[in-house]
Structures are given as C-alpha cells and as structure tokens.
C-alpha cells in the first residue's frame, strides 16, 4: 500500500508540472499499443489513378476544422505521430511519388499546419504561437507569440502572408518573416483578407467585409453549419457543410452569389487538384467532382468498406498540385495511401 500512495504522489506531481505533454505523450502510448491491423484498405481496380505508395506506420492528427496532412509541391505534409513512438506528435515531411519520409521534427505543441510553396507553418494551441520551418528539411525558420492570444483555430497562407485565428477571438496577420502586420479582435470566426477584403463566418454562413470601413459587402447563409476551413482559390470558395449527406458550395468570392451547390457523402474534408476536387465518403470511396459544376466525374471504392466505429486517426485528402498526387489517411487504422490522379 505505501508503495501505492509513493507512485500515486509521484504521477500527481509529474501531471501538475507538464500536464499537457503528459497527457499527450500517455495518449499516444496508448494508441501505440493498440491491436492496429495494417494495411486494411485498397483502391479497386481503375482508370482514375495509379496507386504509388502506402505507409502503414503514421497516425494522421485529428485537426478537426482543418487537415492534419497537407500538399504542397513534391511534398505531402503530416502531423501526427509514428505508430510505434510514444513522443509527442511530430511534423514529417514525405515525398509526394515515393511516400519516402524526407524529415521528421518533434512538433512540441499541437496544433494546426498549413504549408506554403517554401515553408510550413504551425499555428499551436494553448499559448498561441506561429511558427515556420523549412520545407526542405523541417528546420525551424522562426517562431511567433501571438500577444494575448491562446489556441490558433484558423491559418491560412495567401499573397505571401499568414492569417491567424484563435480561440478567444483574435486575428492576427504575419508576412513570410513571422512579423505581425496587424492584429484586431473578431468575435466571428476569421479566414483570411484577400484584397483588402475580410472574409469570415456569420450566423450560418459566411461574409466578406472591407477591412478599411468594416462595411459588409456580401453575406451569405448556407442553413447548416460547417466546421471545415473554407478553400479559396482562384476567385472562389468551396465550402462544406457538416449534414449527411453534406451540402458542397461553390461561392463566387467578389459578389457571394453560389455558382452551384450540390448534395454528397462527404467524409473527408475536400481538396482541390486543378478542374477537380476530391473527398473520401461515408460507403467507402474515393470521389471526384468537377470544380465548375458539381458534377461527379468518379467514384472508386476502397475495400474493405471504411469502419466508422474504430477511430484510430482521421479521414483526410492532401493534394501536391505539382505532381497530381493525392494522399489519402483512414480514420481507422494507420494507413497513409499515395495515388496519382491520371486526368485531374
């Protein structure tokens, strides 16, 4: 018994003085010792892709309104953590057409990514802070504290600036070296300025505001909520609600007129590849659809059918436009799945 209690004090003190890497680093204990079967899923036979490359040893993060694996040219980013590690979640570095891991760097607090032609940036939780790392080898660049801020929800990267929302409301906008260019409180969640023109959520919807005069330009409501971070791109913003089915928007950005909107099973969040943006869905499959229409170009089904009750990492798409390489993670199991888009 006396030395139950000794252990007791001893876990209690260790918890009070780094409760969150303690906490983080028994959860992936945890899910490192889990029974994870690998590797579980396998595209059909198609026309639509050629299948690269599949790793079966990274758990993807849950990033919740954003996606913990990202695409940039040659690369496919991931946070998350090895499968048999018990650190603290890291970020990596993959080569888009080999699946081949380029870098690994502890990512010391969790948190959101996005990534650049040139660099990844991670906006953290708790005390909020920007940081940049080298999209070559992962080496920290430079690192920002937000002032009296905590726990980034949104980043964004466009015109060669980062945008950056957190949880108590704040906005921030850096350049490419971490300097603050501007910083304002916004009770509505906020993406990103493009154009001198503010884009953010409002009651069910979304709005785009004159940063200047802070007058509204356009609002739209779509009736449902959505949780994952718009896409910009190109003078439109495609958006998804979080029903089931879900209803996918296409916006035209400068007047928020809807260009169409359709109804699918989207799983996954969506991720753009040039005339084409793809999602994984609820049966199972891989799904395509055309940009300007809406219209579903394909549907290849992974077998077997995704287990929607085992919750091992998350259900993403990745895009490197460069190469036309789609990466796929699975919610249930460890599974990271390389594809190229034969005619995106």
């Known amino acids: 018994m006396r030395y139950f209690f000794r252990i007791l004090i001893f876990v209690i003190?260790?918890?009070?003085?780094?409760?969150?890497?303690?906490?983080?680093?028994?959860?992936?204990?945890?899910?490192?010792?889990?029974?994870?079967?690998?590797?579980?899923?396998?595209?059909?036979?198609?026309s639509e892709y050629e299948a690269l490359w599949n790793r079966t040893d990274i758990h993807a993060g849950d990033g919740?309104?954003?996606?913990?694996?990202v695409g940039t040219p040659d690369k496919i980013i991931v946070m998350g953590w090895r499968k048999d590690s018990v650190l603290d979640s890291s970020i990596l570095g993959l080569e888009s057409?080999?699946?081949?891991?380029?870098?690994?760097?502890?990512?010391a607090y969790s948190g959101k990514i996005i990534a650049?032609?040139?660099?990844?940036?991670?906006?953290?939780?708790?005390?909020?802070?920007?940081?940049?790392?080298?999209?070559?080898?992962?080496?920290?660049v430079w690192s920002t504290l937000l002032p009296w801020a905590?726990?980034?929800?949104?980043?964004?990267?466009?015109?060669?600036r980062i945008f950056v929302h957190t949880n108590d409301s704040e906005f921030f906008v850096l350049n490419e070296q971490g300097k603050i260019?501007?910083?304002?409180?916004?009770?509505?969640?906020?993406?990103?300025?493009?154009?001198?023109?503010?884009?953010?959520?409002?009651?069910?919807g979304i709005q785009a505001?004159?940063?200047?005069?802070?007058?509204?330009?356009?609002?739209?409501?779509?009736?449902?909520?959505?949780?994952?971070?718009?896409?910009?791109?190109?003078?439109?913003?495609?958006?998804?609600?979080?029903?089931t089915?879900?209803?996918?928007?296409?916006?035209?950005?400068?007047?928020?007129?809807?260009?169409?909107?359709?109804?699918?099973?989207?799983?996954?969040?969506?991720?753009?590849?040039?005339k084409t943006i793809y999602f994984t869905s609820f049966d199972g499959s891989l799904v395509a659809i055309n940009r300007y229409t809406g219209n579903e170009i394909s549907r290849v089904k992974f077998s077997p059918q995704f287990d929607v009750d085992k919750q091992v990492s998350a259900y993403y798409v990745a895009c490197d436009p460069t190469s036309n390489v789609l990466a796929i993670s699975f919610g249930d199991n460890t599974q990271i799945m390389g594809l190229k888009a034969i005619n995106p």
């Open 13 to 46: 003190l260790f918890l009070t003085m780094s409760s969150c890497g303690v906490i983080s680093t028994i959860y992936n204990l945890y899910r490192s010792q889990e029974n994870i079967p690998a590797p579980e899923h396998v595209l059909e036979a198609n």
């Open 64 to 69: 919740g309104t954003l996606p913990m694996i």
């Open 97 to 107: 057409e080999s699946g081949e891991i380029l870098w690994e760097v502890p990512a």
């Open 116 to 140: 650049s032609d040139n660099a990844v940036y991670l906006g953290t939780a708790g005390t909020a802070k920007v940081r940049s790392l080298n999209i070559e080898n992962g080496e920290s």
């Open 150 to 160: 905590h726990s980034v929800i949104d980043i964004y990267f466009a015109e060669n």
């Open 181 to 204: 260019l501007d910083n304002f409180n916004e009770t509505f969640r906020t993406f990103l300025v493009l154009n001198g023109v503010l884009y953010m959520e409002n009651a069910l």
């Open 209 to 243: 505001v004159e940063l200047s005069s802070k007058q509204e330009l356009w609002s739209l409501h779509v009736d449902e909520q959505y949780t994952h971070a718009p896409i910009f791109d190109d003078g439109e913003i495609f958006l998804r609600t979080w029903s």
């Open 245 to 274: 089915p879900a209803k996918i928007y296409s916006i035209d950005q400068s007047t928020g007129k809807v260009n169409w909107v359709v109804s699918r099973d989207a799983f996954s969040n969506l991720c753009l590849l040039g």
